[in-house]
């Protein structure tokens, strides 16, 4: 049985569908003005982290953006992700993720 499980799997892969379990994370980016240095951005991240089902976050200071992936099965509040950034002192121009694309607080 688990001979056959083990080959279904591998075909179902080998046509390029994913299995729910493995299907990727959908990232939310946010567009943030206000980071001027390395401890800015690992300031943000280590904020945007303890956000509730975010799994990771990740800012990059070239591109003034940071890329929060939520965890398996879950849903992050762009709302909540917003104002995470806020209340950390600077300012996102824009979330874009699966929720939509938002260019002032999204709503609930």
């Known amino acids: 049985m688990r001979t056959l499980l083990t080959t279904l799997?591998?075909?179902v892969a080998a046509t390029g569908f994913l299995l729910a379990a493995e299907a990727p994370a959908e990232t939310t980016t946010?567009?943030?003005e206000?980071?001027?240095?390395?401890?800015?951005?690992?300031?943000?991240?280590?904020?945007?982290?303890a956000v509730k089902s975010v799994k990771a976050a990740?800012?990059?200071?070239?591109?003034?953006?940071?890329?929060?992936t939520p965890a398996p099965a879950e849903k992050?509040?762009?709302?909540?992700?917003?104002e995470t950034v806020v209340k950390?002192?600077?300012?996102?121009?824009?979330?874009?993720?699966?929720?939509?694309t938002f260019t002032k607080t999204p709503g609930a």
């Open 9 to 11: 799997i591998g075909v």
């Open 30 to 32: 946010i567009t943030v």
């Open 34 to 49: 206000g980071l001027h240095c390395p401890v800015c951005a690992k300031s943000l991240s280590t904020k945007l982290k």
């Open 58 to 68: 990740e800012v990059n200071l070239e591109t003034k953006t940071a890329k929060v």
């Open 76 to 82: 992050v509040s762009p709302k909540a992700l917003w």
């Open 88 to 100: 950390a002192g600077y300012k996102p121009t824009k979330l874009t993720g699966p929720s939509g």
